[in-house]
């Protein structure tokens, strides 16, 4: 099998390719049409079973709208878009049944995703056309989102407003799932009672679960009803030259989660996306630190991130761990955070060696750069509290950000370490950032400042509070 040599702080690693037998067959010759209103459920339901039948192979998708269901991938199995093709996926949830999934870090029943597998291996979409999730018709929209006109739009359109007239809803069973979500999860509910809110369960996009070899090129991957591309608990996945889109107000409108993964490249990409943009996570919670896969050996490079609320991310569900990430060579424009680490009392994990250089930034929103281990606890003030350190206390340590230059930021570092388990062996070399204010760092140990300067409007000093130095050059 073919390979791609990857890199990370202390250790190259190797990206094994997906093996794709030669046959190709074509989207037409199983009834499909591209007309932008005939149903292609069956034909790519055939199609998937002729791969199947004879070992794998290409599926190609010529010009065109080809509307569908969902489609689910078999082993050796490659999706081929050529320029000009659309995929737009059907915005009825009778297409998606419920399954056992995973959102948010927790074991869930959801829909069914546009893009689906599982325990499958040597998985491919390719080419240089669009693949449309239909999210306009599954997310709900905070009202503070969108200007009046627009919000104005949205309602006339036709779903469902809440009392209090901020939030709008698709349908008022979507609405009622986010009223009886807690209470069914609380109650351990069977999947029946999960099907009376279905509307409210939307998946991701692309969902490949316990899969090998992935490799996603060339495509435009948007409008995802939540997070757009999910691998989860796979290994050895190629994420090259893909765009990946969602208006800037999609809730949940992540761009890339990678999650409890091994041995990922991930070049030359673009994200424009409504939430964190390149992310890396591993669960939430007990059962994720009793699984214990952690996201690691993971190589970032030459990616672009417009909107997002963080340009590359680690968290905030990280409780089986995430090690060994290199990223360099990218460029964030206008995100609200650039560089964003999170996670709260609870998790547990640990996130360790983690190396991050030649990054540039300009016109951030909130923080160029931040830590902060408070994300989930409910407003509380960093330092407010002092916890036991136990197996639910996350571990950040050993961390290197290198030759990364912000123009324009609000803040240019916030660290909010835990007072019990402050953020260690934190290293900025050759770091520059014009900021509004001033850089702030609370509960972190051995915490290095090499040829570091901050320029801030506001004049003050830096704030260092329950801070251990290392040596200094």
């Known amino acids: 099998m073919d390979v791609i040599d990857g890199m990370t702080k202390d250790q190259p690693f190797q990206v094994t390719l997906p093996s794709i037998p030669e046959r190709e067959v074509m989207i037409t010759s199983f009834g499909g049409k591209g007309d932008g209103s005939f149903d292609n459920t069956e034909a790519f339901a ?44 059907s915005d009825d949830p009778k297409h998606y049944p419920l399954i056992e999934s995973s959102f948010e870090g927790e074991r869930v029943y959801r829909c069914q995703s546009p893009l689906n597998g599982e325990k499958i291996s040597d998985i491919e979409i390719t080419g240089l056309g669009v693949i449309d999730g239909a999210g306009q018709d599954w997310r709900y929209v905070k009202r503070f989102k969108m200007s009046e006109m627009q919000w104005e739009t949205l309602v006339n359109s036709g779903g469902v407003v809440t009392e209090d007239e901020q939030e709008w809803w698709p349908s008022i069973e979507a609405l009622h799932g986010k009223e009886h979500i807690h209470q069914l999860r609380l109650q351990n509910a069977d999947k029946s009672e999960y099907e009376k809110i279905k509307h409210f369960l939307r998946p991701s996009l692309l969902s490949f679960r316990s899969c090998e070899r992935i490799k996603l090129s060339g495509v435009t991957f948007q409008n995802s009803p939540a997070w757009n591309v999910h691998p989860l608990e796979s290994n050895d996945i190629l994420i090259d030259g893909v765009t990946i889109r969602n208006p800037w107000y999609s809730q949940n409108g992540d761009g890339l989660d990678i999650e409890s993964c091994k041995r990922v490249i991930i070049q030359n990409t673009v994200f424009d996306v409504g939430d964190d943009a390149i ?37 905030s569900e990280m409780s089986g761990g995430v090690k060994d990430v290199y990223v360099h060579d990218c460029d964030f424009y206008g995100t609200d955070s650039g560089l964003r680490f999170k996670s709260s009392r609870g998790r547990g994990g640990v996130v360790e060696r983690i190396q991050i250089e030649r990054i540039q930034m300009m016109d951030i929103k909130e923080d160029a750069i931040t830590f902060q281990m408070h994300y989930s606890n409910n407003g509380e003030k960093v330092g407010e509290t002092t916890e036991a350190v136990t197996e639910e206390t996350p571990v950040f340590s050993d961390i290197h950000l290198k030759k990364v230059t912000c123009i324009g930021a609000k803040r240019p570092i916030v660290i909010h370490g835990l007072p019990e388990q402050p953020i260690t062996n934190l290293i900025f070399e050759k ?29 003050k000093d830096p704030v260092f509070v329950n801070c251990q130095f290392g040596v200094k050059e």
């Open 46 to 89: 055939r199609a998937v079973a002729d791969c199947q039948l004879h070992g794998g192979g290409t599926i190609k998708v010529p010009a065109g709208i080809w509307k569908t269901g969902p489609i689910t991938f078999t082993n050796q199995m490659r999706l081929d878009l050529v320029q000009h093709a659309v995929i737009q996926f």
């Open 279 to 315: 992310c890396m996570k591993s669960g939430k919670g007990k059962w994720a630190r009793e699984l214990g896969i952690p996201t690691e050996l993971v190589e970032v490079k030459g990616c672009k991130v417009y909107s997002g609320h963080g340009g590359f991310v680690i968290g």
């Open 431 to 459: 770091i520059y950032v014009e900021s509004e204010q001033a850089l702030e760092i609370h509960n972190c140990d051995n915490l290095v400042l090499l040829q570091t300067e901050i320029l801030n409007r506001d004049k």
